[in-house]
């Protein structure tokens, strides 16, 4: 024990354990059960390879001189043989292999120097000027650490401007890991991809590649196109026959017109009469919002799906007062404050948009449908039952507009037959319908109608109404030719469905019990039409029930099963508003008080909107910039209303929330109402 240090001879005078392993500064001992003890000293691998470095750097017992670009490099044969390129080279029957001078090719001395120091040392310094030659220098020598190192020092540095250079880098050398993780930076932030230089540079079937990439993200389709017209740009003379490729993957449909405008007068499209027809058509097809036109143009159906993200929904928020968020109004005398127009909220951004002024100073409680690029503004009140205007009168609007979202003009359009305001709007076969609503002194007087023909632009007789219980949850929704009705009926446990045949003038009925409790048929109903069918979406215990309304059947019938995603579209989806209505009485306390039933209506709004997707019967929710009462509510298609056709809409910012005056929340048995 004499060569041990006096730790391990202490260790070895009290060894008790059949097989041990101490540890000190210098040396390991490992005892075994004979009584002989393994020393090792555990810094000596890199003592050795420092004394290796040291003598290659001042040549001693070197055996062997590797030649680069004129330099020489001293070298132990054992050590370079640690590389396969190397140790196929020695142990050949090649000259090499006993050769005294060995002289490299088509490799960077500089990059050979840093690849030898990693040999000796297992250190290498790599930096953004050199790192492609020592990868070249390493894929050469087949030193797979260093090519390694050299891919996490890319990856680190990854970023838009770099990564269609770094795919190619990666094709040369085969390194698939980089190049998909090059690719997915690509297609991942593809609209900074598009403006930077090396994009330029990609071939035809590269730019293919990376335009039918189902994770393809942009900020919008705009970006998509304006990248290609720099494409094509960058060579015009042999990129120009390339046009006809590239467009049938485009997805025009959501692009706006302004951009359009650039790619129909490009050279490149001009010379092709498809290619010409096609994003004409698409433009008309913006101002007109037909969707045959752009299914003609390269859409979902016929070209790329839109990007990852980017979807072509649309909310339509009408007037209204804005709202001390989460007041109990009936309790609260804070006065509100109108919002004098019309925003929509992006849904793929989540950001809101000022689109235009009202032309009235009705503000709220108005009707909103659509039709094609046009919006029909019907009724309404000037300010609200909460606060009305001591001075002036309150009764429900006779005045109708249509305005023109593509050119931002509004028209005036006869007055209806009588005020109205609180209803609910829906366009079926040219004609508008208007449901329910305040008519005269009484509030919720839900079932009558009016009827506006619109290419005559006159009021005509309505169809009759069949006698119907009223409740405040009407739900009113074109589907299939038919006004459809539905609402909840709290008493029997059951919602019924309404449906109006346009051009019959025939009334059908059918109801359904539900699972949902009383309780959960006082909430707003929420439905979305998709091709002859009309889905029910009820929440209770915070999951939503989904109930599907046939129009297409002689007898209609409701039926309570699991959507089928097979027959809805992925895109399709269901916006509802942002106001909660919880029906309390409260002794003594004033509230919005409905005539019928005589009960308190207390409202709590929110900032929130519940964006449901029907194929995958999932949600998320979306916050508005402020909180909203009172305002008309549409969930509509950016390619239908003419969004694409507007180029700046103004961002509304989103203001500071208002501190609740009141912060009082109830602790009686029925709290959860609120």
Not at 383 to 400: E, I, M, R, V, Y
Not at 572 to 583: E, T
């Amino acid at each position: 024990m004499s060569n041990s240090c006096d730790y391990c001879e202490q260790k070895m005078s009290n060894y008790f354990d059949t097989c041990d392993r101490e540890v000190c500064g210098k040396h390991s001992a490992q005892y075994h059960e004979d009584g002989s003890c393994t020393f090792g000293k555990k810094d000596r691998s890199y003592e050795l390879r420092a004394e290796l470095t040291r003598q290659q750097k001042n040549g001693e017992f070197v055996d062997v001189v590797v030649e680069v670009e004129g330099r020489e490099f001293p070298c132990h044969r054992a050590v370079l043989a640690v590389t396969p390129y190397f140790q196929t080279m020695f142990s050949s029957n090649l000259a090499e292999s006993k050769a005294k001078v060995i002289t490299l090719h088509d490799i960077d001395s500089g990059s050979f120097s840093k690849i030898l120091d990693f040999v000796y040392t297992g250190e290498i310094l790599i930096g953004e000027d050199d790192v492609q030659d020592i990868l070249q220098a390493a894929h050469m020598l087949q030193a797979e650490d260093v090519q390694e190192c050299c891919q996490k020092f890319i990856v680190k540095n990854l970023c838009p401007s770099n990564c269609v250079g770094v795919m190619r880098l990666a094709d040369i050398y085969g390194l698939c890991s980089l190049k998909k993780t090059a690719r997915s930076k690509a297609v991942s932030q593809f609209s900074e991809v598009g403006r930077c230089e090396e994009f330029l540079s990609l071939s035809t079937q590269q730019l293919l590649d990376l335009l039918g990439d189902k994770e393809l993200r942009v900020e919008n389709e705009d970006d998509v196109v304006l990248s290609v017209i720099r494409w094509l740009d960058h060579d015009p003379e042999s990129r120009k026959t390339e046009a006809c490729r590239i467009l049938p993957v485009l997805c025009l449909s959501r692009v706006r017109v302004s951009v359009l405008e650039k790619l129909e007068a490009h050279p490149a499209i001009q010379e092709s009469p498809e290619c010409l027809a096609k994003v004409t058509a698409t433009k008309e097809g913006h101002f007109s919002g037909s969707p045959q036109l752009m299914a003609d143009t390269g859409r979902e159906e016929d070209g790329r799906k839109p990007s990852c993200g980017i979807s072509d929904d649309l909310a339509i928020i009408v007037g209204g007062w804005k709202a001390v968020t989460q007041q109990h109004y009936s309790e609260n005398s804070t006065p509100l404050t109108p919002l004098q127009s019309i925003i929509c909220m992006d849904i793929d951004r989540e950001q809101c948009y000022h689109v235009t002024d009202l032309p009235t100073p009705i503000v709220g409680c108005m009707g909103v449908a659509s039709a094609g690029r046009y919006l029909y503004v019907t009724g309404g009140r000037a300010s609200s039952f909460l606060h009305p205007d001591p001075g002036g009168s309150n009764t429900p609007s006779k005045q109708a507009f249509r305005y023109d979202f593509a050119t931002d003009t509004w028209t005036r359009l006869p007055d209806m037959p009588r005020g109205r305001a609180g209803h609910q709007s829906a366009i079926v076969d040219g004609k508008l319908f208007l449901v329910g609503g305040d008519t005269a002194a009484t509030l919720f007087n839900m079932f009558s109608m009016e009827c506006f023909d619109i290419e005559a632009e006159a009021w005509i007789q309505p169809p009759k109404v069949p006698a119907i219980i009223p409740s405040p949850n009407l739900k009113v929704i074109a589907c299939g030719g038919k006004v459809v009705l539905i609402q909840g009926l709290r008493k029997k446990g059951r919602f019924c469905v309404h449906a109006l045949d346009v051009k019959t003038q025939r009334w059908t009925y059918a109801s359904r019990s539900m699972y949902a409790s009383a309780r959960d048929l006082d909430k707003d109903i929420r439905a979305t039409a998709v091709d002859s069918k009309v889905h029910l979406f009820f929440e209770r215990y915070g999951l939503s029930d989904v109930y599907t309304y046939d129009v297409a059947k002689e007898t209609p019938s409701i039926e309570d099963e699991k959507l089928n995603t097979e027959d809805v579209k992925e895109e399709l989806h269901l916006v509802h508003g942002v106001c909660r209505r919880h029906k309390r009485y409260v002794k003594g306390q004033k509230g919005i008080i409905n005539t019928i039933s005589r009960k308190t209506y207390k409202l709590r709004v929110s900032k929130e909107i519940t964006y449901y997707y029907v194929s995958g019967h999932t949600k998320q929710r979306l916050t508005l910039p402020f909180a909203l009462f009172g305002h008309g509510f549409l969930a509509a298609k950016k390619s239908r209303v003419g969004w694409y056709c507007r180029d700046q809409l103004a961002e509304v910012e989103k203001e500071k929330e208002l501190q609740d005056l009141l912060m009082y929340y109830y602790r009686s048995s029925d709290d959860d109402d609120y």
